[in-house]
C-alpha cells in the first residue's frame, strides 16, 4: 500500500458521516416548522371559529330587527353557544354582547334617504321607515380566544296611518 492509499483510507467515510449529519439537522429542521405550522394553524381556527359566534349573535340581531320597531323598543344582543358538544368536544364557543361597550344594542336613528333604491315603505296604510342599529357583539372560544364585532343594521319602523 503507497502513502496516498493510506491517507485516503477512511476519507469515504468521514463523508458518508458528514452527509449522515447534515441530513438528520435538515430533518430536525423540517419537524420544528411542521410544528410551528400546526400552533399557528389551531390559532388561526379558534379565531375564526371566535368571529363565526361572533356572527352568529350579529345574525339574531338581523332576525330581531325583521319585525317593525322603535328606538323606544328596549333590545339585547342575545347570548347563547354555537352548535353542541359532540362537534365541539373541547367546549362550545359562546357568542353574546360585549361587556366593554355600555350600550351593546342601540338605535343610532334614521336612516338617511336614499332615493336611488326606490323603494316604496307604504304597506297597506302602515307607513315604515328605516332605523339605524348600532351592534357590539363577542365571540369566544373555550380556550379564550375572543372576535369582536361591532355592525350597524337597518331595522323597520312602523306607524299606523300617513303622516
Known amino acids: 500500500m503507497t502513502d496516498r492509499n493510506r491517507r485516503e483510507a477512511g476519507s469515504a467515510l468521514l463523508v458518508a458521516m458528514m452527509l449522515l449529519v447534515l441530513m438528520g439537522l435538515i430533518g430536525l429542521a423540517a419537524l420544528q416548522t411542521v410544528s410551528q405550522d400546526r400552533q399557528v394553524a389551531g390559532y388561526q381556527n379558534r379565531a ?18 325583521r319585525d317593525p320597531k322603535d328606538c323606544s323598543t328596549a333590545l339585547v344582543v342575545p347570548s347563547g353557544n354555537l352548535g353542541d358538544s359532540t362537534v365541539f368536544p373541547y367546549g362550545q364557543p359562546s357568542y353574546g354582547p360585549d361587556p366593554e361597550v355600555a350600550t351593546p344594542l342601540k338605535c343610532v336613528g334614521k336612516a338617511p334617504a336614499d332615493p336611488s333604491l326606490g323603494v316604496n315603505l307604504t304597506w297597506g296604510r302602515a307607513r315604515f ?31 299606523q296611518g300617513y303622516n
Open 48 to 65: 375564526r371559529l371566535a368571529l363565526y359566534a361572533a356572527d352568529a349573535s350579529v345574525a339574531l340581531v338581523s332576525n330581531l330587527l
Open 129 to 159: 321607515q328605516s332605523l339605524v342599529w348600532e351592534v357590539h357583539s363577542i365571540g369566544q372560544t373555550a380556550d379564550g380566544s375572543t372576535a369582536r364585532v361591532e355592525t350597524r343594521q337597518t331595522g323597520l319602523s312602523g306607524s
